[in-house]
C-alpha cells in the first residue's frame, strides 16, 4: 500500500518539492539526514492554514465582541471609533488608522481572566459564521494545508503555529482543527498579571501589549518559544518574510514555502496591492532563492475541507 | 518484570504519593484519568534539579565572563561593580544590591547574536567545575530527580523546565542532561532583535530584560509558553510558590512537590534564612494543603549521579 499523503495537491512542481525535501531529511545515512528532535516546521496562520478574507478572523471576533458588550458601555455611542462601529460604520471607525483597531482590540481582548477569554473565544469560534460563506471560521482552513501538516508529522516533524494572531484567541481549537496543541502555538499577546480573587489564583489581561509576533516579530517569537531553528516554514504574506530568511539561513537542508492567493473563483486572488496578506518582497525573494511558490488555483484540487453536518 | 523506576527513592511517604498520583491520573477509566495531551509537569531548575549552592550556576558563569571579557573592558578596573570582581572581592562587587546584579549580567549576557552566546554557554558548561566538588556543574544535578522526570515522561507527561533562570542559559544543554528539548524550557530572558549581517539574518541579544520568569511571573510564563495549566509541579523555593498554586487551582487531580534542602553533609541545608532559594511561606503552604515535602536526607539515597569519566 502506498496510499498518496497530499491527495488534495496536483502532481506540481509545488508538491514534488515538498516531497523531494522530506524524503532528503528523513532518509537515514543521507547527508541531509536531521534527527527527529531538530525536525521543527513553523506555519504561519491567517492566510496559510485558514482564510484571512474579506477581514482577519480575529477582528472579525473583535467586532462582534463590541456589539455584545455595548450595553455594558453606553459611553461607546459617543466615543470613536466605537460610535461608528455600533452605526455599522467599519469604515468611519477605522479612520483613525492603527490606533482605532489598538482601542478594538484592547477593549475586546483585556479586563478579564485568561480562563474568562478562553471560554468567550470557544463560544464564539463555535457560532460564528463566515461571512461571504456562512461556513464556521474551522471550516475556512485548507485542505492541503492540514494534508501538509499532517504528512510532516507522521515524518517526525513537530509542527507549529508562528502568526501574528493573539496566542491565546487560537490556542483554545488549534488542537483540534490542525492537531497543534497549544504549547506548539507562538502568536502576539497582552500582558498578564497574576492575581488572587476569592484565594484562587487567576491570569488577568491586561490592556498592554507584551509581543507582536509578525515581520521581524516571528523570528524572535520563534526563538523565545521553540529555542531552535525550524527547518521548514510556511507562510503568505510579507509578515512571513524574516522567518522564512531565518529559516533559510541555517545550516544543512532547509525548505520554505508562500501560498500565493490566486483563486478569485473558489477563494480570493490577492497579493501585492492587498491590505490584508499583502505579498510584494516575498515573492521576488522567493523567486530569487528558488523557493517554493504554491499557485492555488494550479497547485490545488480543492481548497476546504468538506462541511461538517 | 517490574522494576522500580524511582530506586534513588526510599520508600516512603513522598516516593508513595508521587507513585499515586501517576496511577490515579493514568488509569483509564478512573475518575482521576487525564488525557496524555493534558499531562504537562513543570520543574523549576536551580535548586529542585540541580545544585544552588553556593551561589546560583548562572552568576557563577556571568563572573567567569567578567574575567574572560576584562581585558576587552579596560574601563571596568575602575567601575564598580567590575572594579571589585576583578579584585576578587565578589562581596564589595554586591554592595550594590541588584542594581550590580543587573549591570554583571547585562555586560556577560547582551551584546552579542544568540548563535554566539549559546556557543559561549555550551563551551563554559563543557569546562566549567563547581567551587566546592569540582564536578561539572551538569553532574551537580539529583539523580532522583532524573528518575522522577523519566518516570513521569514513560507515563505520558510532557515534561518543562520552568526557571528563574535564563532560558538561553539553559537550552544549549537540558535535552542532554534532562531529556528536555529547547521548546520545553521557560525561563527569564532579555529582548532579543531580528537584524541582517552581511546578508544573514541574526538574533542580537539587547541589554534590556524582557521577562523575569519567578515568583508571580512563573504562572505567567508557563501560560504564555505552554498555554495549559500544569498537573503536576515541581519546585524548592517561595519563588515556585505561585506555580504550585497555580498548578493546584486546576480542576481533577493535581500534584505539588518541594524539595526541602536537609542534607548538609551530602548536600546543602537551608530554607526560611538562605539567600539563594529560600523557603519559608513555601512550607507553611505545603504543610496546610498536603502538598508533597522532600525531605533529601530522609527520601534519597543519592543526591548526584556517579561521576562521569
Redesign the interface.
Same mark, same amino acid.
Do not use: C, M, Y
Given at each position: 500500500m502506498n496510499l498518496d499523503p497530499l491527495p488534495s495537491w496536483n502532481d506540481g512542481q509545488a508538491k514534488q518539492s515538498i516531497v523531494a525535501f522530506v524524503a532528503r531529511v528523513t532518509k537515514k545515512g543521507s547527508p541531509d539526514f536531521v534527527p527527529e %528532535?531538530e525536525r /521543527?516546521a513553523t506555519f504561519d496562520n491567517d492566510g496559510t492554514l485558514w482564510a484571512e478574507q474579506p477581514m482577519y478572523t480575529q477582528f472579525a471576533f473583535a467586532l462582534d465582541r463590541v456589539m455584545a458588550l455595548a450595553p455594558q458601555h453606553p459611553e461607546w455611542q459617543t466615543t470613536e471609533p466605537f460610535a461608528s462601529l455600533l452605526k455599522g460604520d467599519l469604515q468611519g471607525a477605522l479612520a483613525g488608522g492603527e490606533k482605532s483597531i489598538l482601542q478594538v482590540v484592547m477593549a475586546t481582548h483585556s479586563g478579564m481572566a &485568561?480562563h474568562e477569554f478562553n471560554a468567550i473565544v470557544i463560544d464564539w469560534i463555535a457560532t460564528a459564521r463566515h461571512p461571504t460563506t456562512k461556513r464556521p471560521y474551522t471550516e475556512m482552513i485548507y485542505q492541503p494545508m492540514l494534508e501538509l501538516v499532517a504528512y510532516l508529522r507522521a515524518n517526525g516533524f513537530?509542527t507549529f503555529v508562528v502568526s501574528g494572531g493573539g /496566542?491565546?484567541f487560537m +490556542?483554545p481549537w488549534t =488542537?483540534r482543527v490542525y492537531g497543534i %496543541?497549544?504549547?506548539?502555538?507562538v502568536g502576539s499577546?497582552i500582558k &498578564? @498579571?497574576?492575581a488572587m480573587q476569592d484565594g @484562587? %489564583?487567576v491570569?488577568m489581561r491586561l490592556a498592554e501589549a $507584551?509581543f507582536i509576533d509578525d515581520g =521581524? *516579530?516571528k %523570528?524572535?517569537g520563534i $526563538?523565545?518559544? /521553540? *529555542? +531552535?531553528r525550524p527547518i521548514a516554514a510556511f507562510g503568505n504574506s510579507d509578515g512571513d518574510l524574516?522567518m522564512l530568511?531565518?529559516t533559510a539561513?541555517g545550516d544543512g537542508a532547509r525548505f520554505c514555502l508562500y501560498v500565493h492567493h490566486t483563486d478569485a473563483a473558489r477563494e480570493w486572488a490577492y497579493d501585492k496591492a492587498s491590505s490584508v496578506g499583502q505579498l510584494d518582497k516575498g515573492l521576488v525573494e522567493a523567486a530569487a532563492r528558488g523557493w517554493t511558490v504554491v499557485d492555488m488555483k494550479q497547485d490545488w484540487k480543492v481548497i476546504y475541507p468538506p462541511a461538517s453536518k
Open positions: %528532535p /521543527i &485568561t513537530k /496566542i491565546e +490556542r =488542537e %496543541p497549544p504549547e506548539q502555538v499577546s &498578564t @498579571k497574576f @484562587k %489564583p491570569l $507584551n =521581524e *516579530g %523570528p524572535v $526563538n523565545e518559544h /521553540i *529555542g +531552535r524574516q530568511q531565518w539561513a
